[in-house]
């Protein structure tokens, strides 16, 4: 019989919370109660660096007064207005606005809420693109090993981390994988892109003679893959999955969910690798991970296929409650002059060279097997413990935050992206407290 048990005041028991160790985490909490700029506030009073960026998204810093103020402001002016047949002008103006920072190429924006929903919304416009054009046998898609695209089924179908799938039944049928590109025998302590690899796009040719061009929809990748510790494309890689892409009619899809809003030194990793995909997933940076927000990018190409028909009927059966909200919307522009006022991606870009230098002067530390960097991105590689896979990383994220520094940990690798303000001092700050938590850690 269920106990008749109110919660106590500060109970943690009720709420379950996600991608969390949570028998863990409510023995010993770690609570944050307060950010600004480079830091987290804990509950206990202590000041955290943070070194992620929360988790990926706030690529501004905390609470800038900027962003603050737009979401307070339009809170009070206009809260909600309907998604569906009607609009409000800053969702239009956020639109806009994104189409003049993405790469040349991609002129329409679909909102989401999230990571996961964007690509929910990728997947789907890709097979009823092909459908709008007279293809509709178009419907497989591809993914990649070790790729992360969100935890909808959409996602962890053609996503590659084994954990996110497993539990989860069958998943969407028609989904095949590229092989994922880290060749540690390789490529291990390869500063920015690594040498050896390119020929893994070629796989996709593979998969197209197995199943035939004309029943593939689209190939999704992370053009950086983070989630699942950073790994880079090799040199050459995505130029050949754009060909080979383009030649077979396949949509190119960038989940960009990461590697978008200066991550890597240009507003989209797009940009910065010069090659540009057929569609884009967005989130996290847009509104600096304040208010939950996504969007999907795509060329004129894909919406237009969709702009045919009688004019009174809608053109594609999806769209959220909350696409475009009005407050998201306003701390989406906010947060885009955040950006550019400050000129943050270029500060990236900058800032990169002593971010790499800093993050590979830990190789031959205690456990470390591996260092990868592109960015204001870096991961740093750890030897797992015996039979015990994630036990060494985690360890090294509790103590990092006992010593004060906010680092994230997949696998047995550390990950860390700093919000773009950060200053040199605390590169060093966060790096040479990693190095002391690797040196004392079992
Ligand atoms: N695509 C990519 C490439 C992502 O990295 C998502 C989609 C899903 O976004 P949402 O907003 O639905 O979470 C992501 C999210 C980590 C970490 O520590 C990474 C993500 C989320 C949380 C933690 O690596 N990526």
Request: glycine letters at 10%; a negative charge; charged letters at 20%.
């Given at each position: 019989?269920?106990l008749?048990?109110?919660p106590?005041?500060?109970d943690?028991d009720?709420?379950?919370m996600?991608?969390?160790?949570n ?11 307060a950010a ?7 509950a206990?009073?202590r ?13 501004a810093g905390?609470?800038?007064?900027k ?6 402001k ?25 189409i ?5 190429g991609?002129?329409?924006?679909f ?7 964007s690509v ?10 092909h ?9 497989r ?16 179908s053609?996503g ?18 590229l092989?994922?590109t ?7 302590y390869t500063?920015?892109q ?5 020929n893994?796009?070629?796989e996709?040719?593979r ?13 999704i990748?992370?053009?950086m893959a983070?989630s ?16 080979i ?39 996290k940076?847009l ?10 990018m795509?060329s004129?190409?894909?919406h ?7 004019e ?8 959220y409650?909350?696409s475009?909200?009005p ?8 947060t885009?002059?955040?950006y ?16 790499e230098?800093?993050?590979?002067s830990l190789?031959?530390?205690r456990?470390?097997?591996d260092?990868?960097?592109?960015g204001?991105?870096?991961a740093?590689?750890l030897?797992?413990?015996?039979g ?16 004060g ?13 700093p919000?773009l303000i ?10 040479g ?5 690797l040196?004392?850690?079992e």
């Amino acid at each position: 019989m269920a106990l008749d048990r109110k919660p106590a005041p500060n109970d943690l028991d009720a709420f379950w919370m996600p991608f969390t160790a949570n028998r863990q985490f409510k023995k010993a909490p770690r609570m944050f109660v307060a950010a600004k700029d480079m830091h987290y506030t804990t509950a206990d009073g202590r000041e955290v660096l943070d070194g992620t960026a929360g988790l990926w998204c706030c690529n501004a810093g905390h609470c800038r007064p900027k962003i603050t103020e737009a979401i307070r402001k339009q809170a009070g002016e206009l809260d909600y207005a309907p998604a569906f047949q009607m609009g409000h002008p800053i969702a239009f103006e956020l639109a806009n606005r994104l189409i003049d920072i993405a790469p040349e190429g991609m002129e329409h924006v679909f909102y989401t809420n999230s990571g996961s929903e964007s690509v929910e919304t990728a997947l789907k416009i890709a097979i009823a693109y092909h459908r709008a054009r007279g293809e509709g046998q178009r419907t497989r898609l591809i993914g990649r090993e070790r790729g992360y695209h969100g935890v909808n089924f959409g996602g962890i179908s053609v996503g590659g981390i084994v954990s996110n799938r497993k539990h989860f039944g069958t998943l969407l049928a028609g989904v095949d994988h590229l092989p994922h590109t880290h060749l540690p025998d390789q490529n291990a302590y390869t500063r920015g892109q690594p040498e050896h690899g390119a020929n893994l796009a070629d796989e996709l040719e593979r998969i197209v003679a197995l199943h035939g061009a004309e029943t593939i929809a689209a190939v999704i990748v992370e053009p950086m893959a983070g989630s699942t510790g950073v790994l880079l494309p090799p040199k050459g890689y995505l130029e050949k999955l754009r060909a080979i892409t383009k030649k077979r009619g396949i949509l190119l899809i960038f989940d960009e969910v990461i590697t978008g809003f200066g991550r890597l030194g240009s507003a989209f990793a797009g940009q910065h690798f010069g090659v540009v995909p057929d569609m884009m997933t967005t989130a996290k940076g847009l509104t600096n991970g304040v208010i939950p927000m996504g969007a999907v990018m795509c060329s004129a190409e894909v919406h237009d296929a969709f702009m045919q028909g009688p004019e009174h009927m809608i053109e594609l059966f999806h769209g959220y409650t909350y696409s475009g909200n009005p407050i998201a919307s306003a701390a989406g522009i906010a947060t885009l002059d955040t950006y550019k006022e400050e000129g943050l991606f270029e500060r990236a870009a900058e800032l990169a060279p002593y971010w790499e230098e800093a993050l590979h002067s830990l190789k031959g530390t205690r456990h470390v097997i591996d260092i990868r960097n592109m960015g204001l991105i870096g991961a740093v590689e750890l030897a797992p413990i015996a039979g015990e896979p994630t036990k060494r990383a985690f360890n090294a994220f509790l103590k990092a935050y006992e010593k004060g520094i906010l680092i994230r940990t997949t696998g047995d690798i550390i990950a860390m992206s700093p919000p773009l303000i950060i200053e040199k001092p605390q590169i060093d700050q966060l790096i040479g407290t990693l190095k002391e938590v690797l040196e004392t850690l079992e």
